[in-house]
């Protein structure tokens, strides 16, 4: 027999119709599962639990037993949060693209977004957003980008959510005194 590597196409086919059918256990083709003479069931069937008295939740008692026991579900913390600082540009000539707003602010540092804002007829509003993974980065762009001509026009730029912290508030100090906190002593005791 020849080795299927120098036969044509249509050869291969003529030869594998006129071989005789080889017995299905030994082809080499997919096997098939014989059908199962009964489906088992994992686990027996249990009988319905009747509510006891004593149970505070009745029907529900080892439902809420299981959730006393189980983990809480994880909560969305810090990390769910977008990171970055984030600037609007404004005051851009509408000619001005996205990629002209990628190429400008990457050379400061690593951007996690940039877009340019455009109306519902593709038109560009004139302003864009760029998010920095450094807020040194983000501060860096202002100082050297704010109010320098980028297509004839000077380009206004602002912090955006900026989440500064609170000034620190001074110590409660409690005074026995008076039994105020911050208070001045009572000096009338």
Do not use: C, W
């Amino acid at each position: 027999m020849s080795s299927g590597l120098n036969m044509s196409l249509d050869d291969l086919i003529k030869q594998s119709k006129s071989r005789p059918k080889a017995n299905p256990a030994f082809s080499s083709g997919p096997t098939r599962r014989a059908a199962p003479s009964a489906r088992t069931m994992p686990y027996p069937p249990s009988a319905p639990k009747a509510a006891t008295a004593d149970s505070l939740y009745g029907v529900y008692s080892e439902h809420v037993a299981a959730m006393a026991t189980s983990p809480p579900p994880p909560v969305a913390g810090p990390q769910a949060l977008e990171t970055g600082t984030k600037l609007h540009i404004s005051n851009l000539d509408s000619s001005v693209t996205v990629e002209d707003v990628q190429e400008l602010f990457s050379e400061i540092g690593e951007l996690k977004r940039y877009s340019v804002n455009y109306d519902k007829d593709g038109k560009s509003q004139g302003s864009a957003e760029v998010v920095f993974a450094r807020k040194v980065d983000a501060l860096d762009a202002i100082e050297r980008y704010n109010g320098v001509l980028l297509d004839g026009k000077p380009m206004k730029i602002e912090l955006i959510g900026n989440k500064t912290e609170p000034h620190p508030t001074e110590p409660l100090m409690y005074n026995g005194t008076s039994s105020n906190y911050n208070a001045t002593p009572n000096r009338n005791l």
